[in-house]
């Protein structure tokens, strides 16, 4: 069989598998993850396209799914029809959501955009401003809605807002320029976004990343929030909440 053939099925996989950890290797059509691995082969005596997984513990290869391909009857469609048929194998055994269009193709994750004129900025405007300040981040976004479907905004941040926070603040002094950019995106998002978007700042981002060492927040409150007052007064009873806030708490684990 034309090697061109199992490159076309393989190619539909690999972007969402290569998202969620999962490095592909010297075999064309093997996926390695830390606990399985992926195989699309082609069984010439069967006419099959094969998908199976391996795991850690055991390397005795499961079928997942097989479809019939005649190379001389067949093309890239087929190809198409059959990466997307191994995909969704894939993804059930490995947990994984894929966003897919309406013709059952996989979609493209398109990066969030601006609040349209005249409208209070929601979670997407915000999340447009965060990863415009920091684009290492713009993957890592795909990778999650991906993963779950939606955009679970929550899990997101509560990990990267916060963690970017901590990494900034953890040498202030070189990295003064960026941070005081990503305390008055705060600030202005605070004031202009949807509650929800207020909610997010104070009760994820930075109860997450001074609720532990409310202290930290009073030193530089007057410093990096002196021009928004709401957003100091909000996220100081945030900050200070956390400790007392099991459910917070619980909603912020990562």
Not at 205 to 229: E, R, T, V, W
Request: with cysteine; hydrophobic share 40%; glycine share 6%.
């Amino acid at each position: 069989m034309n090697v061109q053939f199992l490159k076309e099925v393989t190619d539909i996989l690999a972007p969402v598998l290569t998202e969620n950890g999962f490095a592909t290797t010297d075999i064309t059509g093997v996926f390695k993850g830390e606990f399985k691995t992926y195989s699309v082969s082609y069984d010439e005596a069967k006419k099959l396209f094969v998908v199976s997984v391996t795991t850690a513990e055991n390397d005795s290869a499961t079928v997942l799914s097989t479809w019939y391909f005649d190379e001389n009857d067949h093309g890239a469609k087929d190809t198409a029809c059959i990466g997307e048929d191994f995909l969704e194998a894939v993804a059930k055994d490995a947990g994984i959501k894929v966003v897919k269009q309406s013709d059952g193709s996989v979609k493209e994750i398109a990066l969030p955009e601006k609040a349209a004129l005249g409208t209070e900025p929601g979670i997407n405007a915000f999340t447009q401003k965060f990863l415009a300040m920091f684009p290492q981040y713009k993957e890592t976004y795909k990778a999650s809605v991906a993963k779950y479907g939606d955009f679970m905004y929550v899990n997101f941040y509560k990990q990267y807002g916060v963690e970017k926070m901590q990494e900034l603040m953890a040498n202030e002094l070189a990295n003064k320029k960026q941070l005081t950019k990503y305390w008055n995106m705060l600030g202005d998002m605070h004031y202009e976004g949807e509650l929800i978007v207020a909610d997010l700042i104070c009760s994820v981002i930075l109860a997450g990343a001074f609720g532990n060492q409310p202290q930290n927040f009073d030193a530089i409150a007057d410093k990096y929030l002196a021009d928004y007052p709401f957003l100091k007064a909000s996220a100081k009873a945030s900050v200070h909440d956390y400790k007392n806030n099991k459910k917070l708490r619980k909603v912020l684990e990562v």
